[in-house]
């Protein structure tokens, strides 16, 4: 049953027993919903759990699944309705409570989701899962060292727990252990989302390479890679050749690296090497703390003949570029990403012209906005992150969401502000408004979970400030 995998031994064998009091039919609807659901078909799963309810409208585990079933549609709202529905028939059940939590932590209302799995823990001191799944809310709070004390303690009963330990590890980079984080960030290679690459040569252990050839490779988005690629440079130190392998589009920006030896992009096929590294364990393996990491910037310089000269209006006293949208597939985009719409205000201010760096599926908002006289367009023409970043060098001010273009901006060492949300990712850390990875970088910070305006109202004052308005 979906909605009953996290609970204790005991609530297991209840469910068990209470599958066989239902009737045929109904029994019939929830099996077959459990099958479509198990098999990812949602839409089905809902109309069979619909089903069974229709029969059974009183049974409170049947409301729990359809709230699974529909969270995993992101059908909030409905899925919180179940849950509560359940919780109304069936108060003392500590999956319900923790079900509710989860779902009210995806809308933002994290004290709440709070004392959801609080409730579920008085319930079920056994029910490891719920404890978790407090640690992950507190962590969304920022209450970093009461979410990792909770992840401890749920480590004594799950050693080995991959997402525990995951977890673990990014509220560790956020509260600023470096040392302890990225030795935990290993457990990434563990998880379905990365795929684990193996060789023959050894993994390099950061010891002097006297002259032996070092593969890089880069193992995650161009944001990783535009981060983690100034680690090059740190390898290069240790007396060898340094090959990096990184993505296509990024290929002819980074074969400019000081200390780079060679370059190729993913797929190509493998040169000679002696030992190897994924780019994100470098600073695991160089054993660098917040105060040891590299922050030299620029370290990214495009090569001469990219890019094109940037058209610059009569009149104007400060080009900003921007960026509103990250890629919509990573699972943190819901709280990232916002609209064009928030940075048109800075178009209202006289002296200011704005450019779109804006790249994917999102630049039709410029036009579906009427703004295509406020924001002029820049991205269309780049082909690749080289051409990007010699735009970008014409320009006064980066202005984006946190997408690559704040570490490409960061990485050449231009001005860069970065809308963060409530719950960032964990390199731009909690409450500093400043970057210990780029100098010239500030973080401009949502207030409570979804809450964009002061942010942006505080970009424009100091914006009007900078210009003597």
Known sequence: MISNKAES?????????????????????????????????????????????SMEPDDPVIWTNLGVALRSQDKNKAAEMCYRRAIALKPDSPGSWSNLGNVLRRMGRLKEAVSCHRRAVELDRKFYDAYYNMGLVLQDLGKLDESIRIFDYCLKRKPGNVNINWDRSLALLAKGDFLNGFEAYEYRWQREELRERHFRQLLWDGSPLEGRRLFLYTEQGFGDTLHFCRYVTEAARAGGKVVLECQPELKSLLKGLEGLDDILSTGDPLPEFDVQAPLMSLPRIMKHDIDTIPNHCPYIKPPAQAGFPVHVPPGTRKK??????????????HNRSIGIEQFLTFSSIP???????????????????????????????????????????QLDLIITVDTSIAHLAGGLGLPVWVAVPYNPDWRWMRRRTDSPWYPTMTLFRQKKPG???????????KIRKEIGQ
């Open 451 to 461: 809450e964009w305006d002061t942010v942006f109202q505080a970009m424009y004052r």
């Open 351 to 393: 002296g200011v012209t704005l450019y779109s760096l804006q790249k994917g599926p999102e630049i039709a908002q410029r036009e579906g906005h009427a703004c295509g006289v406020l924001v002029r367009e820049l991205a269309g023409g780049c082909d690749d992150f080289a051409d990007t970043a010699k735009v970008m060098l």
């Open 320 to 333: 900003i570029g921007i960026a509103w949208a990250g890629k919509p597939t990573h699972k943190n985009d």
């Open 9 to 53: 031994p005991d609530q297991k064998a209840e469910k068990t027993q209470w599958i066989d009091t239902l009737p045929l039919n109904a029994r019939r609807a929830f099996e077959e919903a459990v099958r479509k659901h198990s098999a990812g078909k949602y839409d089905e799963a809902v109309t069979h759990y619909s089903m069974a309810l």
